[in-house]
């Protein structure tokens, strides 16, 4: 039987692509911007398209024909059209749990990086600017003992929790949907979105990107803030609506800002956020760790393998692409039937 053929986009190494290979005919392009055309041929030939930062269109759907599936190299998948994938029968899956810890360690970073003022007073230092012992004017804040309130309270958002306990802060939470076992094992208390966002010393935002959270976070609600307090942004850029971000930053209603990601990226070397001493700004870094992108692009190759296999991939995001379910796989025969 002719193999399946593959179409894999950035982010996957040598042995990922040697294990896509030992089932499926595999192409791959590090760069595909250079290669549009090549990519596109590709496609209208595959069975399936792995990578990051995957560019997923009607058009380009209507020209790849046999697509069964398409695995992200990414948790969250905002930038793909789920329903059209799903509408076509197109399985989707992403790759979660392998970088929660990964993606907290960078929220926490943030946290900790902004309160101490951790970039500006390094760069002072390397600068040449350290000529007398720093006085009040370089203080920063206590993040331990001190309020978080984390916006989602997901994988990511747990495992900031967790940290969180750890430095002896107080955890509060606003999530869709209750989480009671949390506030009994750890303590974590339930806020409505706007008395978290007055309660806490720290706004930390781990939800995805939906049309319900999009530009969650501007002006008015940086004006609900403490004017002590920091927002943590490790979702996705658009969770905050960036202008009104600028203008509360500009007028101190908050003491400043950690970010990870913008709601264009890379960002403007324009952006007046560049030129805020009190903001901290990450290049969208939150699981690039050696150890964990590589978790990732396997994660993803053992999604797509599955899928392509007729078996249900273990991070498959939209079950109803398959009304009818999945072959179950065959069972052994209990012993004494042998
Ligand atoms: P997750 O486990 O699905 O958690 C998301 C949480 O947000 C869920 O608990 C969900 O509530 C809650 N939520 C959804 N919509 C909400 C709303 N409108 N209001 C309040 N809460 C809402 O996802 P995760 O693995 O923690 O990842 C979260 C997001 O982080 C991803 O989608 C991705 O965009 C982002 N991320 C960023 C980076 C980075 O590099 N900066 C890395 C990884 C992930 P329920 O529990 O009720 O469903």
């Given at each position: 039987m002719e193999r399946?053929?593959?179409?894999?986009?950035?982010?996957?190494?040598?042995?990922?692509?040697?294990?896509?290979?030992?089932?499926?005919?595999?192409?791959y392009f590090e760069e595909p911007e250079q290669h549009a055309e090549a990519v596109a041929?590709?496609?209208?030939?595959?069975?399936?398209l792995i990578g990051g930062k995957l560019v997923v269109t009607p058009a380009i759907l209507d020209e790849a024909p046999l697509l069964e599936?398409?695995?992200t190299i990414s948790v969250g998948y905002d930038n793909l059209p789920v329903a059209?994938?799903?509408?076509?029968?197109?399985?989707?899956?992403?790759?979660?749990?392998?970088?929660?810890?990964?993606?907290?360690?960078?929220?926490?970073?943030?946290i900790m990086a902004s309160a101490r003022r951790l970039v500006e007073l390094a760069n002072m230092v390397r600068e040449g600017r350290w000529t007398q012992h720093v006085g009040e004017p370089h203080f920063g804040s206590n993040v331990h003992g001190k309020t978080?309130?984390?916006?989602?309270?997901?994988?990511?958002?747990?495992?900031?929790?967790?940290?969180?306990?750890?430095?002896?802060?107080r955890v509060l939470y606003s999530n869709a949907s209750p989480k009671?076992?949390?506030?009994?094992?750890?303590?974590?208390?339930?806020?409505?979105?706007?008395q978290l966002l007055a309660e806490s010393d720290f706004v930390c935002l781990t939800v995805p990107l939906t049309e319900e959270t999009e530009h969650l976070v501007g002006y008015e609600q940086c004006r609900a803030m403490k004017r002590s307090a920091f927002l943590v942004n490790i979702a996705r850029g658009k969770v905050v609506d960036e202008a009104g971000l600028i203008r509360a930053l500009e007028e101190g209603l908050i003491a400043g800002a950690g970010l990870d990601v913008f709601e264009q990226e890379p960002v403007s070397p324009d952006s007046p956020l560049l030129r805020m001493d009190n903001v901290v700004?990450?290049?969208?870094?939150?699981?690039?760790?050696?150890?964990?992108?590589?978790?990732m692009a396997s994660c993803a190759v053992e999604n797509i393998r599955q899928a392509l296999q007729g078996e249900?991939?273990?991070?498959?995001?939209?079950?109803?692409?398959?009304?009818?379910?999945?072959?179950?796989?065959?069972?052994e025969p209990p012993v004494d039937a042998k």
């Open positions: 399946k053929r593959i179409v894999a986009l950035r982010r996957l190494k040598a042995p990922q692509l040697e294990r896509l290979r030992e089932s499926f005919e595999v192409e041929a590709a496609l209208r030939q595959a069975h399936g599936a398409v695995a059209e994938l799903t509408r076509r029968g197109i399985l989707l899956t992403n790759t979660p749990d392998v970088l929660t810890e990964t993606t907290a360690d960078t929220g926490f970073m943030l978080l309130g984390l916006v989602g309270l997901g994988r990511i958002g747990r495992a900031i929790a967790r940290r969180a306990l750890g430095f002896n802060m009671p076992e949390l506030e009994a094992e750890w303590g974590l208390e339930r806020r409505s979105f706007e700004t990450l290049p969208h870094i939150g699981s690039a760790t050696h150890e964990t992108r590589e978790a249900r991939p273990r991070d498959l995001v939209n079950p109803q692409a398959r009304p009818n379910g999945f072959p179950q796989p065959e069972q």
